[in-house]
């Protein structure tokens, strides 16, 4: 397939996004799959969607605001509702509540990893290369404690399901094989584009980013953090586009072995109930784009 599709999991469903829109099926309490769909803004419609590390946060916000909204079509759905009652989210509110999270993830690490080097040295931080590294570990140390407990939560394991449904079926397509649960099973549940990676690219790319910075008073090094939260995350955008169209590459597919490895705490092998509610997404998908199975 020369068009690559995306998506994430719901609750007790799946999410497709195509170049047309996103399809988001959903299986409900009575055992039948409900479907939604949305178009979305095509990115030759905007100058700034073909920028470099602009379009990243621009495809950013429209993720995090159609994500939402079908995460909550979903819930109503999977709790016997036809989420048709659903109002429209507004994509500033959106854009600003992931960007307050942003902040307090990439404020709280700094903090500990300040409390922890003026321990261990009884000194205060000069925030110097080590005190850079030990930062970036403090997060990407947060981001696993997190998935690994909420990966406990028999709901949560439920959506991991979801989620290893919908890379077995992108998968699938990919290879060219029939789109049947029997086959689709036979894929891993791990995928080179999954979101998962972008969380830890970010990771790395914020330890990078503030790496350059240099040396600053404490206070000002946090506020430099909250400035460039918009920056680390286009760059981000901009290194995952970058690895998905060199994934023969085998330096690539190094560089993407930590991000595959991560999913094992973000994915389950599903059901071939849950592969069924993946590949009626996709088919959906490809139907807004035209696409033949």
Request: aromatic fraction near 6%.
């Amino acid at each position: 397939m020369k068009r690559h599709y995306g998506g994430q999991a719901l609750i007790e469903g799946v999410l497709i996004r195509g170049r047309a829109g996103v399809f988001a099926a959903v299986r409900a309490p009575d055992g039948t799959v409900i479907t939604r769909e949305e178009r979305l803004v095509s990115p030759s419609a905007s100058f700034w969607r073909k920028v470099p590390v602009v379009r990243g946060v621009l495809a950013l916000r429209d993720t995090l605001s159609v994500g939402m909204k079908m995460m909550m079509f979903s819930a109503d759905v999977a709790a016997g509702g036809t989420g048709e009652s659903l109002k429209p989210m507004n994509k500033r509110a959106v854009m600003a509540a992931a960007f307050a999270a942003a902040t307090v993830f990439a404020a709280i690490p700094n903090l500990l990893a300040r409390k922890m080097s003026r321990q261990a040295k009884g000194e205060p931080d000069k925030g110097g290369a080590g005190a850079h590294l030990l930062e970036g570990g403090v997060r990407i140390s947060i981001l696993l404690g997190y998935l690994g407990v909420i990966g406990r939560l028999k709901e949560v394991q439920r959506v991991f399901q979801y989620h290893g449904a919908e890379h077995k079926s992108i998968s699938a397509l990919e290879a060219e094989v029939e789109l049947a649960p029997a086959s689709v099973q036979l894929f891993d549940t791990a995928h080179p584009r999954c979101g998962t990676a972008f969380l830890l690219q970010s990771m790395l790319t914020s330890t990078v980013i503030y790496g350059l910075v240099g040396k600053r008073l404490p206070l000002g090094r946090l506020g430099t953090r909250v400035a460039l939260v918009p920056l680390v995350a286009g760059i981000s955008f901009e290194v995952l586009q970058f690895n998905a169209r060199h994934l023969d590459s085998p330096v690539v597919r190094l560089l993407n072995a930590p991000g595959m490895v991560l999913q094992r705490l973000t994915t389950r092998q599903p059901t071939d109930d849950q592969v069924e509610v993946a590949l009626s997404a996709l088919r959906g998908a490809m139907a807004m784009d035209g696409d033949d199975e």
